[in-house]
């Protein structure tokens, strides 16, 4: 029996990202496809005000099964994701954020074959940290690589973690059913219970490495901080209780990881708590919700 051929479309919502849009096009240009087909990727301008849509419309006329939506509206990620959601035709629907690179050419090749389970629905990405050539940045890819060594083999690798939205995909029969609330900017977490919620199975892809850029300095550093920590209150009180398990670590593994990391970075990691410190900190002060979906973008 021939393994089955995937039909395939990519959504990938963009705010002013003239800087790496047209990179990462080439990165799933250059994807091998031995067991899916691509049917269309749709870039959607959010309120663009520089030369995100230029660079798209240039990548449209070469590849016909580029197409791009700009209306000049600001209207929040989940928002706009929901209408590619709710008319997404093709058997697996993958989310890319606008700022990641896929690395190598068989990303996502091995995330359509974890779909070979009939009973997954949605797949995760392994997103690496690159840091920016600033004071800060070495020290927040220290805190994220800390965050991702504790956190991503809690529940046997089945935790919102390793949902995140810089690339995810979703069978057709879970996507026509998804409708994220427009306030939770933070859409990856919401997308994960979800499918929980709806009996579905979710898998991890370690192999499917995507990179993305770290937060270069403080300001749009504690803004993505305080928006991560406080997905997993909001997902509570929409959801319930029952989501506590997913983000639960006991103490013993916490501390067994934090003295681990603190040996082999004496150095990076003092100053990456210095800054969650700082964060949470301010998050005690300032209250941050996002009722329109419309998040405070990094400079």
């Given amino acids: 029996m021939e393994n089955k051929i995937f039909t395939l479309t990519i959504g990938i919502p963009a705010h002013n990202e003239e800087n790496n849009i047209g990179r990462l096009l080439d990165s799933i240009l250059r994807q091998k496809k031995t067991n899916y087909k691509l049917i269309k990727i749709v870039v959607i301008c959010d309120g663009c005000k520089d030369n995100t849509a230029k660079i798209v419309k240039y990548y449209s006329k070469k590849y016909k099964f580029i197409e791009l939506i700009n209306d000049g509206k600001r209207m929040g990620k989940p928002k706009r994701m929901n209408s590619l959601y709710a008319n997404n035709k093709s058997d697996i629907f993958m989310s890319v954020d606008a700022d990641i690179v896929l690395e190598g050419q068989n990303i ?62 979703m ?114 002060f300032r209250k941050f919700d996002t009722p329109t979906g419309v998040w405070i973008t990094a400079k």
């Fill in 171 to 284: 069978r057709n029969d879970f996507v026509n059913k998804l409708s994220v609330p427009i306030s939770f900017a933070a859409d990856d977490h919401f997308i994960f219970f979800k499918c929980q919620e709806l009996g579905y199975k979710f898998k991890y892809c370690p192999s499917a490495i995507v990179y993305f850029k770290v937060p270069g300095n403080l300001s749009d550093f504690i803004n993505q901080s305080v928006r991560f920590g406080k997905s997993g209150n909001k997902i509570r009180s929409y959801l319930g209780s029952w989501t506590d398990k997913y983000y639960h670590l006991s103490k013993k593994r916490k501390y067994l990881s934090y003295f681990k990391w603190l040996f082999y970075h004496p150095i990076k990691f003092p100053f990456a708590l210095g800054l969650q410190f700082i964060v949470r900190l301010y998050s005690l």
């Fill in 108 to 169: 996502l090749e091995d995330m359509v074959e974890c779909f070979s389970d009939k009973k997954v629905a949605l797949v995760g990405s392994n997103d690496k940290p690159i840091s920016p050539n600033t004071f800060l940045g070495p020290m927040v890819v220290n805190w994220i690589k800390y965050w991702q060594y504790t956190f991503r083999s809690i529940n046997n690798w089945v935790n919102p973690f390793n949902c995140t939205g810089r690339l995810i995909a």
